[in-house]
């Protein structure tokens, strides 16, 4: 189960936070002699404006603990400076209730350093700021400048030492939480199957701004903080018995795992966010790199081994699980949106099933190409043409106006790893957005077989032109790509009118076909006469074409529903890439037929 499968991850890093602690920004230094005595009267900056990175403070490993409403719950030794100097900034909207609350948390932060001194009456560090409060220093404190907020995180640091990375306050500070945070109640734990105390809540959470959605707020993983929440009525974790190691495992990982850049996968705008790993027996994959930037030559060897029935090469697939979790943020919860855990075999067929599903001929060259699925994800969006034909882009992801769902980053994971189909939603999507765009590149095609292949089961869709295709819609788009070439070639130099056919008709010719193809057969008329005088050999060809396909036609469709609307476009698109790759492949003929002739032969 997922909890399991965190505890497992969590417990094979190597860097994993101590218990109750998490990495923050600390902007304020409180630089302590051994007897307590400050180094300087006032508080020391670790900001560094000059450095991004560092602005705001340097990030280092602090006690953490989530602190709802008010309550006086100190953290030791690194705290809020209201924690630590009990500062308040006078400008406070309620001074005087600010100044209550904010003394009650300035005397539990003493009580609490007083505490760990007494427990290690040897630790010199403890004693120091134990002294820094008991001889009155910290009432003569001042800051070092006016930028200081109340909220700001400020450290001790005793002689050199980094006050909360001593052992002894590590382990102070654990046996402190676990006393505040861990029940009475004993059970067996969901995970480790040991009897132990339970947990009677999440005590850790994942940072806000690691989710989607997450805000600024902590996310819990399970929270029932309401009857209404969880099964039978029942508040906490009675449902989920889980102890205190494992569950700050399980959060430990889930953490690690968000904040690892090689194993989640996200975009900004989109509203979830997706973490893999593997379970089980160690192997190394590159399935996620393959998924997000695909190599053609790994791509043709995947898709072979499956075909073929040999086993990819990696070792001990039968062994290894691979999971992944996605998510997103809502308020104080984490919302779970799919969880996948399979062999690995398995999802590396997914794979090489997406890949194959996808698969499409580029309209550049002609020849097959494979997309992942950050950039399948992007062509989803609103295309802003630029000035020049060609130089237009995608709207990026989180881009106002950028017209994209927000779940379509989810959904490619999915189909991809899962095998899912591609929702209706967003086949509908890419559709209208070639419609309002005017644009079909090879990606947005890509996209659309995918749709197809997956909604309609069993159904063949190829890759590159189907030359014995019937079907009315698919013949629709090749006879509109053959009107589009007519006119192109008419032109002067190839270059383009203000308006061209595609620019008057592709919109309506998407839903409605015949309005555009009597049009367009009407003005082929004109067309192949003027090139006719101009080009007779490209006239022969494309008029003797165009008839071909009308041919084909027993009549022309009027209406055509979401899927056939899709046909068309395919029809248009493997259309226009096989004229591109027959026009190289009739360059690259000329051409050596050219070098044979000029070749000298030797006496």
């Known amino acids: 189960m997922l909890l399991q499968r965190l505890v497992a991850y969590a417990g094979a890093l190597s860097d994993a936070a101590p218990p109750y602690y998490s ?3 600390v902007r304020w230094m409180l630089r302590l002699e051994r007897d307590g005595t400050p180094s300087t009267g006032s508080l020391i900056p670790l900001r560094d404006p000059s450095d991004p990175k560092g602005r705001r403070g340097v990030r280092r490993l602090v006690p953490d603990l989530v602190r709802p409403g008010t309550k ?4 030791l030794a690194a705290d809020q400076i209201k924690y ?3 500062w308040i900034r006078p400008d406070d909207v309620d001074p005087v209730q600010t100044e209550r609350v ?4 300035h005397a539990a932060f003493r009580e609490l350093i007083a505490a760990w001194q007494a427990t290690y009456p040897g630790e010199a560090v403890a004693k120091a700021i134990h002294h820094f409060y008991q001889d009155g220093h910290s009432e003569r404190m001042r800051p070092a400048d006016d930028a200081w907020a109340d909220n700001d995180l400020a450290v001790f640091s005793v002689d050199g030492m980094f006050a909360p990375d001593l052992p002894t306050a590590r382990q102070f500070w654990l046996e402190h939480c676990q006393r505040m945070k861990v029940s009475a109640n004993r059970g067996v734990c969901l995970c480790c199957g040991e009897v132990r105390a339970l947990l009677p809540r999440m005590t850790e959470q994942i940072k806000g701004k690691l989710l989607p959605g997450g805000g600024s707020q902590g996310q819990a993983l399970v929270s029932m903080n309401h009857p209404p929440h969880g099964f039978d009525l029942v508040q906490g974790l009675t449902n989920t018995p889980i102890c205190e190691a494992c569950g700050n495992s399980a959060m430990t990982g889930l953490d690690a795992l968000l904040r690892d850049r090689s194993r989640s996968l996200g975009r900004r705008g989109q509203a979830a966010k997706t973490v893999w790993w593997l379970a089980g027996k160690s192997v190394e994959t590159s399935l996620f790199d393959l998924i997000e930037s695909p190599d053609e030559d790994q791509v043709a060897a995947l898709i072979g081994s499956i075909a073929t029935g040999r086993e990819p090469s990696v070792s001990a697939l039968d062994a290894a699980a691979f999971c992944s979790l996605t998510l997103s943020g809502s308020t104080a919860r984490v919302i779970v949106r799919d969880w996948v855990d399979l062999p690995l075999e398995r999802v590396m067929r997914n794979v090489a099933s997406w890949f194959a599903d996808h698969a499409m001929a580029d309209l550049a060259t002609g020849q097959v190409r494979h997309f992942g699925v950050g950039y399948l994800a992007l062509v989803m969006g609103r295309y802003k043409s630029g000035r020049a034909q060609g130089d237009g882009s995608y709207a990026d992801f989180g881009d106002k106006g950028d017209q994209r769902p927000g779940d379509a980053y989810e959904a490619l994971v999915r189909a991809a790893t899962r095998a899912d189909p591609l929702p209706v939603s967003l086949l509908g999507h890419v559709v209208r ?6 644009r079909l590149d090879t990606a947005r095609a890509a996209l659309i077989r995918l749709g197809l292949i997956r909604y309609q089961k069993g159904e063949t869709v190829t890759a590159a032109l189907d030359p014995d295709a019937r079907d009315p819609a698919y013949v629709c788009g090749r006879v509109f790509t053959v009107l589009e070439a007519i006119q192109y070639a008419t032109t002067k130099g190839g270059d383009q009118r203000n308006t061209t056919f595609v620019d008057r008709y592709l919109s309506k010719a998407i839903a409605n076909p015949a309005a555009a193809l009597v049009a367009g057969r009407k003005d082929s008329i004109p067309w192949l006469r003027k090139l ?3 080009q007779p050999g490209p006239q022969v060809a494309l008029g003797r074409r165009l008839d071909e396909l009308f041919d084909l036609l027993t009549e022309i469709p009027v209406a055509l529903t979401l899927t056939e609307q899709a046909r068309f476009l395919l029809g248009y698109h493997h259309q226009r890439a096989y004229d591109r ?3 190289i492949a009739a360059k690259a003929a000329k051409a050596a037929k050219s070098q ?8």
Do not use: F, I, Q, Y
């Open 433 to 438: 957005r070639v419609r309002m765009d005017h």
């Open 596 to 603: 044979e002739h000029d070749t000298v032969l030797p006496a």
């Open 84 to 86: 630590v100097l009990g």
């Open 581 to 583: 790759a027959s026009a």
């Open 532 to 534: 006719r005088l101009s």
């Open 23 to 25: 990495e923050k920004e």
């Open 72 to 75: 006086s719950k100190p953290c």
């Open 102 to 105: 904010t003394g009650r948390h």
